[in-house]
């Protein structure tokens, strides 16, 4: 009877939290919600056990209710609008609301932000965040500014990068959370005034890009590597080499691998050596004082040094971290 009630109560919970949670709640509020049911019960098992008990658990509930209240509130705080799926919760930020001149929106999934945009006029056209002019990308993309170029894009946050899109591009992103699409496209406005010809494909991208064998590119940019659950398969040798297999002759895949939890910068290395590929590694420590700037680490890689010893690249590239023993991922 213990070990049937066990499994039974592992099946309810797993259903609760897998199914019922994402339709019913908004945002990750099952644990707040569990905690609160779960000092209730033990102050329901608690009342005839004498006031000492009672007292005791009265406080714990007490104790939860008021956590529970507290981080809802911190998670909603500022937050415009929240949806959540099988990828997890996406939440819309709005700051400055009293300073229309920095007032500025926030997409963040998880706890990971994707993107940023101030809704001024004269600022709402200023690529931002890891995505700045003197990011890698930003760099990449400038140094090809004299000539129409097509961009693909793996991840696609707010659109930042359409900024740097001009009359004659053709920026195409895929994205494999719905939710993110709608919200770039509801609360960000880089793709609606973007120059360059902007179209978003939902799925995995590295499936996408495997079906759409005909397509090259003049710049691959994969950037789904913030957050710290890895989408592994994006980053294996035989993903980068479907890469380079959608790029036409010159072409640069640029990759996004600023990470809190991972240091991905030796299985690039490794990827990059066994691949006799050339690389430009860019760390921009964002601008001091300019909240519209982050700090973001960029791997740059080619078949050959013509775009990477470009002058806006060449410049801020430096010396790729070795760390001995790194192995490049595989799909083995």
Known sequence: QFYLAVSGGGVFGGALVALGAPAVLHGYFEVEIGLVLLALAVLWRSWGQGRLW??????????????????VNEALGEVIAINRNFYGVVRIREYGRDDPA????????????????????????KPTSYYAEGSGVGRLLRAL????????AVGLGAGTIATYGKAGDHYRFYEIDPNIVDAAHKYFSFIGDSA?????????GRLLLQQED???????????????????????REAVMLYFDRLKPGGVVALH?????????????RIAA????????????????DVGTSA????????????????????????????????AWSDD
Do not use: C
């Open 145 to 152: 500014a004299d000539r129409p170029i097509d961009v693909g």
């Open 214 to 236: 005909s397509r090259r590119f003049d710049v691959l940019v994969v950037d789904a590597f913030s957050g710290d659950s890895i989408p592994v398969h994006l980053l294996t």
């Open 296 to 327: 973001s680490d960029w791997i740059l890689l080619a078949r050959d040094r013509r775009v990477l010893d470009l002058e806006p690249i060449r410049q801020a590239t430096q010396p790729m971290p070795e760390r001995a023993g790194a192995r």
């Open 196 to 204: 360059a010809t902007v179209d978003v494909a939902v799925g995995d």
């Open 54 to 71: 009672a007292g005791a658990a009265a406080l714990v509930l007490l104790g939860t209710a008021a956590t529970a209240v507290v981080r």
């Open 274 to 289: 066994d691949l006799n590929l050339q690389v430009a590694y860019i760390a921009d420590g964002g601008v001091e004082g």
């Open 102 to 125: 920095m007032k500025e929106r926030v997409l963040i999934h998880g706890r990971v932000m994707h993107g940023q945009q101030f809704m001024a006029p004269q600022h709402r056209h």
């Open 257 to 269: 691998v600023s990470n809190s939890h991972l240091d991905l910068r030796p299985v690039v290395g």
